[in-house]
């Protein structure tokens, strides 16, 4: 079974393609005309994908050295996200399988970042625990089996990705926020500054907030001369970071310490932060954690792990009608 997955429900246009054989491409075209404007436009966003889904999927195409003709299905986000981008994947795919005659399924977005740990050397078994930390979501999720969830925490208010680019922006840093403030955070002190590390209420307590800290930061910003801020911006930008990721592990452990597992994922965007997995891979050889971390590239938004998911759904005979549209709010359970 040979699958062609695709992702376009952000500033992504990606396509891959899986088989028994592993992951045979995984081609990215990332917008950078949202640079500009501090965050991602929809409308353009839109534009870019019609413009990059056909080039795309044949760059996935010839790199894994295959033709259309080869596909056994295809797999293609249908949310959550923004709608007009995922409906030109979504249409694409759709024209595609009904021209092929092949199959194609809807994969929930979330679930595809859980899968980008299903490309890697080792599966992590279920049950296990999966920290997904993305820029729409942060969630601690128990997987009990593939395709089977129980959402254990999530945020309050800002994700967590979300908060990297806010502070970003406070810190005048750019767009996107994360790998910038990760960049810079090298050459600073994370205890310059302690930020405050919000504990959520006992019936709460694997939930997150993150606006308190975002605060803060704005907070001891505005106490700042501007040469004071120039020549602490990296202390402010690792404090920071510093604050968030603590948060992050110290809930992931204590979540996985109650249901009594050692088995960590963690998935989306923010789990390309290098302080963070440093931090994950000190906390796991400590407490004896088998910890699950995609490589970079399958951490950000990207078809490989849409290609994993379609081909665990397609392989069990599961398929999408036609009628399937896109759903910009889809959770990960019902
Ligand atoms: O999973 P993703 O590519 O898209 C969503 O599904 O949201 O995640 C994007 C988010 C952005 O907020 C971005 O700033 C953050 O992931 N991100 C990072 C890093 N790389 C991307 N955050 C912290 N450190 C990074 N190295
Ligand atoms: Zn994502």
Not at 33 to 47: D, F, N, W
Not at 58 to 76: F, M, N, P, Y
Not at 165 to 173: F, I, P, S
Request: glycine residues 8%.
């Amino acid at each position: 079974m040979l699958i062609l997955g695709i992702e376009t429900s952000c500033d992504e246009t990606s396509a891959a393609i899986y088989g028994e054989a592993g992951l045979l491409s995984n081609e990215i075209a990332s917008q950078i005309i949202h640079q500009k404007y501090g965050g991602v436009v929809p409308e353009l966003a839109s534009r870019a994908h019609i413009k990059n889904i056909y080039p795309i999927v044949q760059a996935a195409l010839d790199k894994a050295k295959v033709k259309l003709s080869d596909i056994s299905g295809i797999a293609v986000t249908f949310g959550p996200g923004l709608v007009g981008s995922i409906l030109v994947g979504l249409n694409y795919a759709k024209a595609l399988a009904l021209a092929l005659d092949k199959p194609f399924i809807g994969i929930n977005h979330i679930e595809g970042h859980i899968f980008a740990n299903y490309l890697q050397a080792n599966d992590p078994r279920p049950p296990f625990v999966t920290l997904m930390i993305s820029g729409g979501h942060t969630l601690l999720i128990l997987v009990k089996a593939p395709g089977e969830y129980q959402i254990m925490g999530s945020t309050r208010d800002d994700a967590a990705g979300e908060a990297f680019d806010k502070v970003a922006k406070m810190l005048e840093l750019g767009y996107p926020g994360g790998p910038i403030i990760s960049k810079v955070a090298e050459q600073g002190d994370p205890n310059y500054v302690r930020f405050p590390q919000a504990k959520m209420k006992d019936n709460q307590k694997y939930d997150f907030s993150f606006s308190g800290l975002k605060t803060a930061v704005l907070y001891h910003l505005q106490k700042l001369t501007p040469v004071e801020r120039k020549n602490h911006l990296a202390d402010i930008a690792a404090s920071f970071q510093h604050a968030l990721v603590e948060v992050l592990v110290e809930r992931s452990l204590e979540l996985l310490a109650e249901l009594k597992l050692n088995r960590l994922s963690v998935v989306g965007g923010v789990a390309a932060n290098r302080w963070l997995r440093q931090r994950l891979e000190d906390e796991a050889i400590k407490n004896n954690i088998q910890l699950f971390i995609p490589s970079p590239i399958l951490c950000t938004d990207n078809a490989a792990m849409i290609a994993r998911a379609g081909y665990y759904r397609l392989s069990s005979g599961q398929t999408s009608p036609f009628t399937l549209s896109p759903q910009p709010s889809l959770a990960l359970t019902t």
